[in-house]
């Protein structure tokens, strides 16, 4: 296991480890009949309660959602927009999946300085912040800086 930056939010190797199984878990309730690609998330929110998401494909491709999103939506609508940690597992041998980009920027939407986990088959993982996934990250911030005047 690579443990970099094990401290964001003061989450010991035990909570980083079930948070990674329940990445796992979820992985198994994936519906990806297409790309054969299952992908599992487990969000652990600000409460220390852990949400998990998987990926959802449609026969129309761009239909579908990744786990990462999934989780996040879920933890959203069950009133957590503050979160510790996102956990992602794959079947990839030798992969550290990192999310797409959609992923990120959902993910950046809710915090710069959470823990991102990224998991292997076998369990092992590489720990990043949300900062180093996604630097100069687009946010609500962005909306708010000051603009030249413009008129049509």
């Keep these: 296991m690579e443990h970099k930056n094990n401290d964001c939010n003061n989450l010991t190797p035990e909570v980083i ?3 990674v199984e329940s990445a796992h ?8 009949p297409y790309s054969k690609f299952r992908v599992g998330a487990a969000i652990l929110t600000e409460e220390d309660k852990v949400i998990k998401g998987c ?3 449609n026969a129309s491709y761009t239909l579908g959602v990744c786990a990462e999103r999934c989780a996040i939506f879920k933890a959203i609508s069950d009133g957590h927009k503050k979160f510790k940690a996102l956990a992602i597992a794959c079947d990839v041998i030798g992969l550290n999946l990192a999310p797409c980009g ?13 823990l991102i986990v990224l998991s292997q088959p076998d369990f092992t993982y590489k720990t990043i912040t949300m900062n180093e ?3 100069f990250g687009f946010d609500d911030s962005d909306l708010n800086r000051e603009k030249i005047n413009y008129t049509n």
């Design 133 to 135: 996934l996604l630097p």
């Design 25 to 32: 878990e979820a992985k198994k309730m994936s519906h990806s």
């Design 55 to 57: 990926n959802v494909e």
């Design 17 to 19: 480890k079930k948070l």
């Design 102 to 114: 959609a992923c990120r920027q959902i993910m950046h939407e809710f915090g710069g300085d959470y």
